[in-house]
């Protein structure tokens, strides 16, 4: 893997704005929750500040890393807003499928199994990050100007001419 500027902390810092990104643009895009979004794009990671002597599973990837603690954390925020708590919930599960494409992956059926599961496709790497924040930028971009409403309105007038059996002009 190639390395970041900085080593582990510049690794740790990419880590944290990838994920946050993510979070924010899903948050931002399904449920106009974007600070929801970024929470849950990032809080599996609180698993950072715990003391190494806790041990399993409070470390790196152990119980926030799972299915189960992505459940309770939408269930906690659904309590008071359920549009946060999708917020939450596709920030939790982008969070849990970036960090399925590593070495390491995820115990994502934590504590029924502790085995780690996924696919490796480096989604940490420095490219693979600058990508991503590219693409949240786009896709950011896309929602603001509303190109989605565009583009469903001509569908939609496509739609009414072939229906009347009417050629578009041109």
Known sequence: MAAYPGGEVGFGVAAVLTHAAIGFTLGSVLFDRPLAGTLGGVVADVDQLFPAFFGPPFVHRGITHSALAAGIAVAVVAR??????????????????????????????YPISTENVGVLLRAHSPTASVALWLGCGLVMLLHRYDVGREIRSRIRIVGDWVRRGARPPG
């Open 80 to 109: 008071r807003d359920r549009r946060a708590a999708g917020a939450v919930g596709v920030g939790y599960l982008s969070h849990l499928l970036v960090d399925a494409t590593t070495p390491k992956g995820i115990a994502l059926a």
